[in-house]
């Protein structure tokens, strides 16, 4: 099968378009041919050899969630057949074929790119959201609010009942008003624009951006309850919850949130849908950071 590979930590050059044997499904797993598979940071962080303890085996393929059509399913797997569409977590989804133990049904309706890009966003604000306590008639401050995370972060806690203000640069303003969200710049004097949007002041804090915010953060609370960064390396020092991973299998309640995007309820923007062949381009767009949306390959192009 073709696969994206990569021999040696470094820069997107090091991703290498070749062929591999194909993985089957072993206990607990079902292989997907894979339709789109998504690209996040983390991906790219694993490639420059920031998380070593997380690097696979060389030669290593990128690539955690994605959509495909089911075609092996391994031993103990109930409730799911050949021929079946998917979406979920995947090993080494930069190629034709892909393993996922943790996955959803895809509804017809919904589009692949879509499918694919929703697991990791989906899972991230929903654990973010609980953990924070987040409900009918609070006032939620989102930090990146419009990036991939930030952004279903704000459709989840809107549909929850809260009102959010969202931080981003003011090219997305519009994005974050089509949303449902009140945006504010980043920059000098945010203390005061968070102020003027929230007078009553902000019953909760999500940090999804990591941009040096959580002191401000806290000073607008007035203590570090009910904040949690999902991106911020000093949060530990500043007594705020860092919250990373998941807790458990999430592909039943995947299967719920897959519905309301399948009803226009729930979306992310994708910002790129390329070849599997344009991989290192992928990675080089999400690193840059200056990427609008999600970016996705599609192996069988």
Do not use: C
Request: glycine share 14%; aromatic share 4%; hydrophobic share 45%.
């Amino acid at each position: 099968m073709k696969a994206i590979t990569y021999t040696t930590h470094g820069g997107p050059e090091v991703l290498n378009l070749g062929e591999t044997e194909a993985p089957h499904a072993g206990p607990g797993q079902v292989r997907l041919k894979v339709v789109s598979a998504a690209v996040n940071p983390l991906d790219h962080k694993i490639r420059n050899g920031w998380f070593p303890q997380m690097t696979p085996p060389f030669p290593a393929t990128p690539g955690l969630e994605g959509a495909g059509i089911v075609d092996e399913v391994g031993e103990g797997v109930t409730g799911v057949q050949v021929g079946d569409e998917v979406l979920g977590w995947v090993t080494a989804g930069y190629a034709e074929h892909a393993l996922a133990t943790d996955f959803a049904p895809k509804p017809a309706s919904l589009d692949w790119d879509q499918a694919a890009a929703l697991p990791v966003a989906v899972e991230t604000s929903a654990r973010v959201l609980d953990l924070l306590e987040v409900g009918e008639g609070d006032t939620l401050l989102i930090h990146g609010a419009a990036g991939v995370v930030g952004a279903v972060g704000v459709q989840l806690a809107i549909a929850r009942g809260a009102k959010v203000i969202g931080t981003s640069s003011p090219a997305n303003h519009d994005y974050l008003r089509s949303l449902g969200a009140t945006p504010i710049a980043y920059g000098e004097g945010l203390g005061d624009r968070v102020r003027a949007a929230a007078p009553d002041g902000v019953d909760a804090v999500y940090d999804a951006v990591g941009h040096g915010d959580l002191p401000l953060s806290i000073e607008l609370r007035g203590g570090t309850d009910r904040i949690v960064t999902i991106a911020d390396p000093a949060a530990a020092d500043l007594g705020v919850p860092f919250s990373s991973g998941r807790s458990g299998p999430f592909g039943d309640e995947l299967a719920g949130y897959a519905r309301l995007a399948a009803e226009g309820k729930l979306a992310v923007r994708i910002a790129a849908s390329l070849p599997l062949a344009d991989a290192a381009k992928a990675q080089e767009l999400v690193e840059s950071g200056h990427a609008a949306g999600k970016v996705v390959l599609r192996p069988s192009e």
